[in-house]
């Protein structure tokens, strides 16, 4: 009879020291798993902190890229103008200055 008792205690103990295993071995894997997530999300930040730091960068170089090839197109269309202004300009007082004379005589020896 005590024997009988002996080995259900054994069982018992046994269950116990079961049980208590599968839920140390079950606390060990959610925080092994706990640990793995918070790194990938960690990881994932910081890759997704990198991509946008590159991608403003990019940006704001092709800002500037465009604002500087903008204000060159500006200046080549100014200094354009400026010259046809000055060439037109040159243009009128040469012609001016060659015919003008030829006609001042033509209609002072008409008159």
């Known amino acids: 009879?005590?024997?009988?008792?002996?080995?259900?205690?054994?069982?018992?103990i046994i269950i116990i020291i079961t049980v208590?295993?599968?839920v140390i071995i079950i606390i060990i894997?959610?925080?092994i798993i706990i640990i793995i997530v918070i790194i990938i999300i960690v990881v994932i930040i910081i890759i997704i902190i990198?991509?946008?730091v590159i991608a403003i960068v990019i940006i704001i170089t092709v800002i500037a890229i465009v604002i500087v090839v903008v204000i060159?197109?500006?200046?080549?269309?100014?200094?354009?103008?400026?010259?046809?202004?000055?060439f037109v300009v040159a243009i009128i007082i040469a012609y001016y200055i060659i015919y003008?004379?030829?006609?001042?005589?033509?209609?002072?020896?008409?008159?």
């Open 72 to 86: 060159i197109i500006i200046i080549i269309i100014i200094t354009v103008i400026i010259s046809v202004i000055i």
């Open 29 to 31: 894997i959610i925080i």
């Open 1 to 12: 009879n005590s024997l009988f008792f002996i080995i259900i205690i054994i069982i018992i």
């Open 20 to 22: 208590i295993a599968i």
């Open 100 to 111: 003008q004379p030829y006609c001042l005589s033509q209609l002072l020896t008409l008159h």
């Open 50 to 52: 990198i991509i946008t």
